[in-house]
């Protein structure tokens, strides 16, 4: 198992593993995740009545402020330097759903899946904190991995999983 | 809309709302999340065959560390003294799917629900972490509020949705 | 000397001051700030044009959050739960500059001055960063305590320092 | 506007800008502030009477680690790999005045002009933490960016706003 | 096993132990701890030549800055407002080594022995940051609690382990 | 002195030292710790009766977590990208002790001992923590450097005091 769950050294101990040698390169992830809610609650943040701080701008910040905490909160992902955090949140055209998607890019030695979950992950939290008030029944998910680009494994997509955003 | 999104001031304005009034009580929190995967990584998780490090025993420490850093993640939540974190991580009868259901409590003036969803939201990200190596598909939700008590609002209970663990 | 800087004690040694003998009280403290720049970006930020993510609104955010981590930065600072945070900032009247204002809230045993104040240094340098592409000569103060209310020292007011906001 | 404020992205959404294709270049960043007290609490920090844990070298350690907590405080600031951070925090020659001054510097893809905006704020609100018992009336500011070098928008110098130090 | 080793459920599992039952109470914890060094490398730090920033208040001040990140490094201990925190490093009266001593203080429901702990821990690992270049043989510890009190444990004296400072 | 102890400038002020002319190189370092305790909580630690989440598993990942936060904790140290981080802890054969290694990588300009000393010491908290309740006179201690390589100043060895595990 140690040589498939690479997180895990030859004893079955878990590790952060060696990336020294593993190539510099241009790599991208982008993430996708959903957060349901209530009519009501979703014609509340959508209204556009709210001129500053409004719930989606807000949502969209912590999750790119949470992408840089990544490696702070999984335990065995590397510290990276982010070259970019985008945070794009959207309403879905016919069910009172907010669509999340997250890009990061690096040009480092491991991939940045996990920041772009992480990103979408802290988005919702954000979305779900602020409307909790009005509605606690609200489900996060699916999130999941649309695209990866860059590294030795090469590229992966999840196209018919991407919605229209 | 600010009388009823209360993380918002009259002029719309986010802020940390004032819990000065709020009494201090007993205060519990229960949040359920799945993450789904291919039989193949689901088998390799839960076959045993790991002693040390395992990665569920992993998850669930990164679930209850991340419930500590609740509001560093969530720009309004506050920062709260939690008297108790638990979660427990367990494969789902029929499928290849863990369930992962946090426990938080605290004695104070607000409620606990963000710290019990950020703590699922982080153990299944963990997961997805360790087994991305063989499975880059995994889903990631629904992620819910299942129980909530102490507080004026009153109890929670969204007993349909709770899974057996 | 170290009767009076009660941050030393008597061997001139530093250290986090011990409060366990000081009253619970409800605390309160307001800072004030304000950031120049020329007159080109200040009609960039204020012109209302942008919707989603502006400037002012992120600014306050960052200034709420970075409130809560005054602890992790202010070496001597207690760590503390905070009841309420709130940032406001608007434009002045007749000149590029905007004024920023926080209130914190604590019930505790020691002020909340030091949030108060760091909730406007990083809302400054948050409005420095997202501008410094146009106005690299943004001038950051003054920054100052404008009220205090709570606690056994009594209620200190700044008042003639107050700006309308 | 989009294309001015570029922490924005054509929507007004903001971003945690893409540097990838920035070169990587030698950058130092210098900014200047005070901290304006009372005579009788400028004496008491200036008077060297206190041999270990003075207010000045504390105010100044807080600087520099401040310095490196910069991503995690200014929203959209990319995590950095600082080379050097110095933080000189220097009484004035006529006037009860500390002038505090930080120097960054870093090999990378952009600007540390942030961090040695944030070294200066964090140790001038360790000053006034630290002093606050005798005097809180304490005025922080100007903190205004001194110099910058590296990277293609080339030098900037605000020469005559630097005190000598 | 789990009723002895609180911090595992019953079924093995780790957790945030739930303190909800416990009695509020005053709680002190001290601890020790030493580093051992070259002849050379001790008269260096101890010489007093070095006015301001001198080795031995920058690792009293990590020190304390550590006792407040302690829950989030010892992945199950509780956040804590901790009331004190105190830390002294004398040398040795006829050994080349700097003793550390930590103090903490809380009113509350757990204890501080961990903060104290950490406290120490932090404080060694400062010096020898400041000292390798000219010493990388430091040996740190051994570490240990001398005091514990309050909560229904009751008192811990480690007294014939106690170093005079 | 201050050419001697390099994390202090000429005037004999603390400073982040400046590595921008230090050439990138690969860089280990790898550190040892103990942690001695009564036979009984050694017998409890190391029986094998606990399946999930066990005392060791929890401390190794700890600690690997904890290295990434060493420039958070220690004043002077520069953020760094760990390019791997392990910490192995076993039994020792004939004594109530638990011996604590790590092994820290970087492709960098400065060195990781710090990162080293960091995961074991924490390590060994954790372990403090988890089984304080049996036994509150665990010593922590020794703590070393074992071995360094990468950069100018060339390898380190410390083999005799290196422990096999």
Redesign the interface.
Known sequence: ?AD??????E??????????AKQQS?RVAIAQ??ISMSGDAFS?IT?G??????????A???G??????T??????????????????ITPAQDEPVLIIQSTV?I???TGV??EA??AV??A???I???????D??????????VH?SGGKSGD?N?DDEIEAI
């Open positions: 198992m498939i769950l690479t997180h895990f050294d004893d079955g101990r878990a590790q952060m593993v060696d990336i020294s241009q995740g959903r509340k209204s009545r709210v001129k500053k701080g409004d719930v989606i701008s807000i969209e910040l912590a790119i402020m949470a992408a840089k905490r490696s702070d909160l999984i335990p065995l992902c590397h510290p990276l330097m982010l070259n970019k955090v985008q945070v794009k890019k040009s480092g030695q899946e996990m979950l992480t992950s802290i919702a939290l954000t779900y904190d602020m409307v909790k008030a009005i606690k029944s609200m489900i996060i998910g699916p999130i999941k991995l990866k992966f999840n």
